[in-house]
């Protein structure tokens, strides 16, 4: 069993920005990609970012050169820079343990419980 827990979430201006973080427990998987997810009052949730064990990473495009993934594979963590943050990247931010790069929720093992983000103009 896995367990995320995301930190790092808040309130921000726009054009502001916030460092999420994911710490992993338990056994797992090592082949596991492990992404962030967001969703929005209203609408679905969507793949922001993935990043496999190899450190390659996908983006979403509404994200792009915007958001950075990283991970720490010794602290078993995983982190979402995020800059020039805008008010639609408002929404709750989810870590997760995915079996590939793939920003697809379908590809999802497990999830964190979440992190709120809100940008304000």
């Known amino acids: 069993q896995v367990q995320l827990v995301e930190s790092g979430g808040g309130s921000v201006q726009v054009g502001g920005s916030l460092r999420l973080s994911c710490a992993a427990y338990?056994?797992?998987?090592?082949?596991?990609?492990w992404g962030w997810f967001r969703q929005a009052p209203g609408k679905e949730r969507e793949g922001v970012a993935v990043?496999?064990?190899?450190?390659?990473?996908n983006y979403g495009d509404p994200v792009k050169g915007r958001f950075t993934i990283s991970r720490d594979n010794a602290k078993n963590t995983l982190y979402l820079e995020m800059n020039t943050l805008k008010p639609e990247d408002t929404a709750l931010y989810y870590c997760?343990?995915?079996?590939?790069?793939?920003?697809?929720?379908?590809?999802?093992?497990?999830w964190g419980q979440g992190t709120q983000v809100t940008v304000s103009s």
């Open positions: 338990g056994y797992y998987y090592e082949g596991y990609s």
């Open positions: 997760a343990a995915l079996r590939a790069r793939r920003l697809r929720v379908g590809y999802v093992d497990y």
């Open positions: 990043i496999d064990a190899d450190g390659i990473a």
